[in-house]
DNA sequence: AATCGAATGTAGGCGCCGCCAACAATGCCG
DNA sequence: CGGCATTGTTGGCGGCGCCTACATTCGATT
């Protein structure tokens, strides 16, 4: 006879989250049940417990690991020897393009408010993708590109105007191609200003 | 004895709707259930059914009301006499401040993606809701205070911006005061770009 | 190498949920 | 006033998250 399937099964948590990351992505996070994973997986209802306390923690793991990779695209596509204009164009079409390849995830990766503590690998990970962008205008900034004034300011009007745009994308408001489409106009008018010079 | 609650209720699907804005104001999204709302106004676990054919309906209906008011409050923040700089600055102020106010029901009115008709009332009210601002910047064009181009690139622009603030605040990441006191900036921002000149 | 505790998986169950069907009370219109 | 649509109730089905008790396996210590 086939020897059964071993009874530990040897890699479940990345399992869970591979098949959580696949149902996210073709039926979106409304129908994502633990119960389901489990049984996608072939282990039993109550076996995801162990590896993740509550269906929530199961939740953020997946952000988390989205953090990473939205990090890993946008250093990805920054060229510090580019001129300000086409890098931060650069940068934004990755974000967008994330956006759209990853619009249910994003979703789960920005629903994490008022969870008291939310791990502080959490807060990092944003810290780190936000991190680029912050970084971008700071050379900028450094080398008289943009004005000057509080950077924070400058990452908020930047960062705003691209989750911005993301979120249209997710609420299905924006085409994708739209949106691809627009991105350098886009960073145009934010560097120029939308009054006449 | 007391004469007991009328076997109708009088106005159930109000009752049940203003008990559902209020536990998402409280409790989020998360926590909200056809059979806890029957509970709290007082009927069986069925009765909601009678008035919203499923969860989703409800929640819908409640997203509409949210457009609503946030179009009647954009309304009432616009005072066309004012020039383009502080007039935008209303507007934003206004939208802020709604976002800071009902944070989850912003949340649920942008959470309406995939929905094939969605009922075409929610495409009225978002159409509504952006109008205001697609006016101004129309109005502004129209005057020569800003640039020319196409219309739906600008109201991106500037929509994104505002949309995307009001993300960072309902992900808890922008304290509600540094966001109200950013807004002036940020419309400067917006308006002369972020490129010396 | 044998042992024993920790880690991991299973079985069952509790209380909640959304949704449905059958029935009861009420309001309304002829 | 009689009948019918509306609105509410009761009960139940299957699914869920989470918990506890138990089974199996792994690995470290001796």
Redesign the pocket.
Known sequence: MPES?????????AALLAAAERTLREKGVG?????????EV?????????????????LNALALAGYERLAQALNAADDPALPLEPRLTALARAYLGFAIDNAELLELMYARKHEPDASEQMADAVEQTVGGLARVLADAQKRGEIIEGDPEELNLVTGAALHGVAGFIAAGWLPPEVALAGVEDLVHHLLHGLKPR
Chains 1, 2 share one sequence.
Not at 5 to 13: F, I, K, M, S, W
Not at 31 to 39: I, V
């Open positions: 399937r071993p009874y530990h099964h040897g890699d479940l948590r129908s994502l049940s633990l119960r389901e994973l489990a049984r072939g282990v039993s209802h109550a076996a995801p417990g162990r590896h993740f306390k509550d269906k929530q923690t199961l």
